[in-house]
């Protein structure tokens, strides 16, 4: 599996740009818990799984890598699915 390396801020505006319920339309296609979405876009509900989630200050918030990015896959599905431009 290849790793994914954005930045935070860019990550944070892919979020800010789905549509409303993606987050739960993400979860129930994984099978995980929204919470669990949510933390993989930079929240923090510490009872959700993290894991594979890598974070390095720097400049634009940071990077965060990912070890999979199925979640941001989808959110950019998602994303094209609404004709919404895919934040840089």
Same mark, same amino acid.
Do not use: W
């Given at each position: 599996?290849?790793? @994914?390396?954005?930045?935070? %801020?860019? =990550?944070?505006?892919?979020? /800010? !740009?789905? #549509? &409303? ?6 979860? &129930? =296609?994984?099978? *995980?818990? *929204? /919470? ?7 929240? &923090? $509900? =510490?009872?959700?799984? @993290?894991?594979?989630? $890598?974070?390095?200050?720097? #400049?634009?918030?940071?990077? *965060? @890598?990912? /070890? /999979? !990015? @199925?979640?941001? %896959?989808?959110?950019?599905?998602? =994303?094209?699915?609404? %004709?919404?431009?895919? #934040?840089?």
């Amino acid at each position: 599996m290849e790793t @994914t390396t954005i930045t935070f %801020n860019r =990550l944070r505006r892919i979020k /800010d !740009a789905l #549509p &409303d319920g993606s987050t739960h339309k993400i979860a &129930d =296609l994984l099978g *995980v818990t *929204v /919470d669990t979405v949510r933390n993989f876009f930079g929240g &923090d $509900h =510490l009872k959700a799984q @993290t894991a594979g989630i $890598h974070y390095e200050q720097g #400049p634009d918030g940071g990077l *965060v @890598t990912f /070890d /999979d !990015a @199925t979640m941001l %896959n989808l959110a950019c599905k998602i =994303l094209q699915e609404h %004709n919404i431009a895919i #934040p840089s």
